[in-house]
């Protein structure tokens, strides 16, 4: 492929960190390994036109769906180009890539490899052929852990006094996970009208701002959310290390923030479902919840325990907002009215039709008004 883009490069090692600063036709420069689907997605989003990797963007090691999504979309993908080409090349700066070569003023910075989906089902083949010897590695971790994790359910763990009341109210979780932006606008009529608890964990209350919503309480190590969602969150929970170190209180304190700091292993996304169900909700909606082996590979995680054993805890209170989304159908809607209103006239019409004395009357109403 001889494909030639020239635009304005932005880059970043963290790429969801990159994506908060790209523009439409921008080219974006990363460092990431294995593309996840949620980043492909972010980085589709802001209109890039060509996104250049570092690194191998799919290696086959399991069914990662972010350099298809890319493709699919039109998105141009030159990988393995080497990590020094970092050093190489300026933010804002404008480049060149004329098939698998990158150049700016003139210099050319480097080669990569183009990513084709000829390629990419060849690659698709052989992850396929390697899911089972993954799954197997993932089980293994995951009995591992979990049995260092337990504490997470047999009640070791102390989660702090909120002002926020969970108790006997629905608690709405959003976490960055794939498509949780479609499917929290897939539930805007359910947070209106039950008002639902909205907990965001790290860049999801992004996405609750973004729709307008507050967010009542912020869990996560604070990476990757706006300042300015801090500054709207009703409450705010660091989650620290095992040993209690929080490198994310640094930030809290810098802002002039106030946040309690929960020690614990496992994801950030699991301690917002153990607040949730400490705190005695009546039910907990999650969105862009990760659960199944892929979502946590595409995450760098080779296993599952705590989340494993947090839906073991929380059970039945725990429900998936895609589901929801299925079963919630909020106020009167017009497809549902009409479809009773001709349902109750369906026996008047077949009345007509069978009885002598009401076909005779609509003849001479129709008869009065010159219908004939």
Not at 54 to 59: M, Q, R
Not at 87 to 114: D, H, M, P, W, Y
Request: glycine fraction near 8%; charged fraction near 25%; proline fraction near 3%.
């Amino acid at each position: 492929m001889n494909s030639t883009f020239t635009g304005i490069i932005r880059m970043d090692r963290k790429t969801k960190m990159l994506c908060k600063r790209l523009r439409p036709g921008d080219i974006a420069l990363i460092a990431h390994r294995n593309l996840d689907e949620l980043a492909a997605q972010d980085l589709v989003e802001k209109g890039v036109k060509a996104v250049i990797n570092a690194y191998n963007t799919f290696s086959g090691e399991y069914p990662a769906l972010g350099t298809k999504y890319l493709l699919d979309r039109g998105v141009y993908v030159l990988d393995n180009v080497g990590d020094e080409i970092f050093a190489k090349v300026s933010e804002e700066e404008v480049i060149t890539i004329a098939g698998n070569n990158i150049f700016c003023n003139g210099q050319n910075l480097g080669q990569g490899r183009v990513i084709e989906n000829k390629f990419l089902q060849k690659k698709f083949s052989l992850a396929e052929k390697n899911l089972k010897h993954q799954l197997d590695l993932f089980v293994q971790n995951t009995l591992e852990y979990a049995r260092k994790e337990k504490d997470l359910i047999l009640g070791n763990l102390e989660i702090p006094e909120i002002k926020t009341r969970l108790s006997g109210k629905h608690v709405l979780i959003v976490v960055r996970g794939k498509n949780y932006k479609k499917d929290l606008r897939a539930i805007r009529s359910y947070i209106k009208e039950v008002k639902p608890v909205l907990i965001g964990v790290d860049g999801g209350g992004d996405a609750l701002c973004e729709m307008g919503f507050k967010p009542h309480l912020i869990i996560g190590d604070m990476d990757s959310v706006e300042d300015s969602t801090l500054r709207k969150a009703g409450e705010i929970i660091v989650h620290a290390y095992p040993d209690g170190t929080a490198p994310g209180m640094e930030r809290i304190t810098r802002l002039g923030l106030e946040a309690s700091i929960l020690p614990a292993p496992g994801t950030s996304e699991d301690l917002a479902f153990l607040v949730a169900y400490d705190k005695k909700a009546e039910l907990i909606v999650a969105v862009g919840s990760h659960s199944h082996m892929i979502d946590f590979l595409e995450k760098g995680r080779k296993g599952m325990a705590s989340t494993f054993l947090v839906r073991l805890k929380i059970g039945d209170k725990l429900v998936d907002a895609r589901g929801l989304a299925h079963l919630y159908r909020g106020g009167v809607r017009w497809q549902y009215l009409s479809a009773l209103l001709a349902a109750a006239l369906f026996p008047v019409v077949v009345l007509a039709i069978l009885s002598p004395l009401v076909r005779h009357f609509f003849y001479l109403l129709s008869w009065r008004f010159g219908l004939r």
